[in-house]
């Protein structure tokens, strides 16, 4: 019957792809490593990395040699009328060493180095979490766009043949030629929405090729395993507590305001006075000065503490104080909106979640019962009681009907991974359930 080409069209599209076809963790392997976002906050966090031995240094001993040669001309006039010249040279080679004892603001700067290290380790997992929704955002996409094009391909197969009909009917005078003309409008609308969905397909293929680098593969589409679970646990205030602890966007602002805290201690240690262990060792020499002269060599080591009290700096310091606090201020500020960003962004996506489960059931049973309604439009035509226009009418339902489903089974995915990436869970783990519904 007409009613099961659409299953063979769609059987011939799997065949199609084949097992060649890619699934959702390859393209997500092969965007870890192509995808320039995520590339650049790799390189971020590795840059980060380097501020904890930078805060390290500042609390040990460092160490200099300078060594210097000089080439001298030198003339006395002595007041007695008598001058003397003479040409030498001149030789040092020092070691200076220094270990800081008391700097409080190096202590500080260090435990900033530590907070640093850990917000951009935040910050690379969040880029991650990032990269999973934008690749399967674009994998879905796709998936829906070729459905879109699919089932505007069936569509368009049932219209022409009941164009093709309606000709035969109005020929051999069993039906008016309303009835041609209704199914040629809308077998021109059908095209017309046919080569919008072909143009939509490969601007979403566009799309993956621009996170994977290369023309986006075959992919596997939506298999029969797909099945419709409710998110764990099932409340939206759990879930909301949930991401306000462990949401990377509000750790990542934690650690902003931990590092402006540090920030202001940093600057009022300023008014403390450092102590600093120093040792020094020079050997140097020179040569003879004048007629009759001879040079000399020296060799002098010394070690001691060095204190340094800090009395007036025009005011600089108390004004970095004010400084750190108004940031201080400022990255609480963000610390809120975030924590309400993120509330938001869970409850939507709870909601996003549930009403899917809702809504794919829904257009389920839509699908069924308008699948029945073209049958009984189609029997209705046979027996004279129905007319080719309720035949339209009925196969514009249920190609709706269908398109609709496939959106909301997509939408129900995307929602899952949302509210698992609102409150920081979304991981490789949940790529591979996801996995788990597709038909290689």
Known sequence: MKLFKFSSLVLACLATVGVEAADLMDVLRQAQTTDATYSAARASWQAAQEKLPQGLALLLPSASITANTQYNDRTID?????????????????????????R???????????????????????????????????????????????????????????????KRNFEV???????????????????????????????????????????????APLGPKFSLTPPEPGNMDAWVDMALNTSLQVQIQRAVEEFAAKEVDRNRA???????????????????????????????????????VPLYQGGA????????????????????????????????????????????????SAVTSTQSQL??????????VRTG??????????????????QARYNYILSSLRLRAAAGRLDDSDVAQVNQWLAR
């Open 104 to 166: 409080p603001q190096n202590r500080i700067q260090y435990e900033q180095a530590k907070v640093q290290v850990a917000q951009a380790d935040h910050q690379l997992s969040l880029a991650m979490q990032d990269l999973i929704l934008r690749v399967s955002q674009a994998y879905f996409d796709i998936l829906l766009a070729q459905d879109n094009v699919a089932f505007a391909g069936a569509q368009k197969t049932a219209i022409g043949e009941q164009l093709a009909q309606a």
């Open 317 to 364: 310091v108390n004004s970095r104080v004010r400084e750190a606090q108004a940031n201080l201020e400022r990255a609480r500020q963000d610390l809120e909106a975030a924590r309400r960003t993120v509330a938001l962004n869970t409850r939507q996506a709870y909601l996003g979640m549930t009403s899917g489960i809702a809504q794919v059931r829904a257009l389920q």
């Open 270 to 308: 300023a008014h403390h006075p450092t102590l600093d262990v120093v040792g020094s060792y020079t050997d140097s020499g020179t040569g003879s000065g004048q007629q009759g002269g001879v040079g000399n060599d020296i060799r002098a080591g010394v070690i001691g503490l060095q204190l340094a």
């Open 375 to 384: 049958e009984s439009t189609r029997l209705g035509q046979e027996v004279g």
């Open 173 to 219: 005078g069993t039906a008016t030629i309303t009835d041609t003309h209704e199914a040629q409008a809308r077998f021109d609308l059908v095209t017309a929405q046919e080569i919008a969905a072909q143009n939509e397909l490969e601007s979403r293929k566009r799309a993956l090729q621009q996170i994977i680098g290369t023309n986006a593969p075959p992919l």
């Open 389 to 406: 226009v309720d035949v339209l009418n009925a196969q514009q339902q249920l190609f709706s009907a269908r398109r609709d489903l496939a």
């Open 78 to 102: 002595f007041r007695n009328n008598i001058s003397t010249a003479g040409t030498f040279n001149s030789n040092a080679l020092a070691l200076s060493i220094s270990q800081p004892i008391y």
